[in-house]
T-cell receptor, first 117, second 115 residues
Framework: AQKITQTQPGMFVQEKEAVTLDCTYD???????LFWYKQPSSGEMIFLIY??????QNATEGRYSLNFQKARKSANLVISASQLGDSAMYFC??????????????FGTGTKLQVIP | ETGVTQSPTHLIKTRGQQVTLRCSSQ?????VSWYQQALGQGPQFIFQ???????GRGNFPPRFSGLQFPNYSSELNVNALELDDSALYLC??????????????FGQGTRLTVV
C-alpha cells in the first residue's frame, strides 16, 4: 500500500473560495507526524502546517487548517479565502519513527492547485 | 527565506562521475534531511542526519552517502552517477526535541543534470 496518497493530481478553485486538498496515509507507527508543503514553480519547498499523531486538536496556521481524521487515516489540507499566490504544487508528507529513533519521511505525489481570478 | 542554503544551485556532470552537494542548515537546527525530486514527482527521502549520525534512510543505494559536520552543515555525495540521478536535490533542516521534530525548512535545492 502507498504510504501517502494524494488522489487529486490537479485542482481549480475560484479566488476567495475555500478548497480542500486530500491526503490519506498508511502507517503502523503510533507516533507519526503529518506535514503539508507548498512548492511554487520556483522550486522551493515551503512548510505550511504540521499535525502530530497525538495532537487532539486540528492544526491551524492562518488560512491553512488540517482536517485530521485519525481513524480514517486522512489529513486533508483546507485553504480558506484562496489567493492567486496560492497557485502551486501541494505535497502531503508523513514522518514515521522506527526502533532506535530511526526515522523516514514519505511524500505524496502532489496536487497542483490553480486559483482562478 | 528559511536560512537553509544549498550549493551549488545548478550542476552538470557526466555519467560515472562523482558529485558533492552542500547544505548549511538553519541556525540552531541539529537535524538535516536530503531529498531527491525528479521532474514532476514528489520528493523522495534519501537520508537524515542527527548530530552527525545517520538516523534515517530511504530506498537509495549505498553510492548515495552523506556527512553532517559539528556545525550541523551537511554534504550529500553521489558516486558513479547515472542518468536517472538527474533531479532537484533538496536539503531540509529541523530541530529534534526529544521524540518530536519541529517543522523542516528547505533550501532552494541543487539541480543536478547528468549527461
Amino acid at each position: 500500500a502507498q504510504k501517502i496518497t494524494q488522489t487529486q493530481p490537479g485542482m481549480f478553485v475560484q479566488e476567495k473560495e475555500a478548497v480542500t486538498l486530500d491526503c490519506t496515509y498508511d502507517t503502523s507507527d503510533p507516533s507519526y507526524g503529518l506535514f503539508w508543503y507548498k512548492q511554487p514553480s520556483s522550486g522551493e519547498m515551503i512548510f505550511l502546517i504540521y499535525q502530530g499523531s497525538y495532537d487532539q486538536q486540528n492544526a491551524t496556521e492562518g488560512r491553512y487548517s488540517l482536517n485530521f481524521q485519525k481513524a480514517r487515516k486522512s489529513a486533508n489540507l483546507v485553504i480558506s479565502a484562496s489567493q492567486l499566490g496560492d497557485s502551486a504544487m501541494y505535497f502531503c508528507a508523513m514522518r514515521e519513527r522506527y526502533s532506535g529513533g530511526y526515522q523516514k519521511v514519505t511524500f505524496g505525489t502532489g496536487t497542483k492547485l490553480q486559483v482562478i481570478p | 527565506e528559511t536560512g537553509v542554503t544549498q550549493s551549488p544551485t545548478h550542476l552538470i556532470k557526466t555519467r560515472g562521475q562523482q558529485v558533492t552537494l552542500r547544505c548549511s542548515s538553519q541556525s540552531g537546527h541539529n537535524t538535516v534531511s536530503w531529498y531527491q525530486q525528479a521532474l514532476g514527482q514528489g520528493p523522495q527521502f534519501i537520508f537524515q542526519y542527527y548530530r552527525e549520525e545517520e538516523n534515517g534512510r530511504g530506498n537509495f543505494p549505498p553510492r548515495f552517502s552523506g556527512l553532517q559536520f559539528p556545525n550541523y552543515s551537511s554534504e550529500l555525495n553521489v558516486n558513479a552517477l547515472e542518468l536517472d540521478d538527474s533531479a532537484l536535490y533538496l536539503c531540509a533542516s529541523s530541530l529534534a526535541l526529544g521524540q518530536q521534530n519541529t517543522e523542516a525548512f528547505f533550501g532552494q535545492g541543487t539541480r543536478l543534470t547528468v549527461v
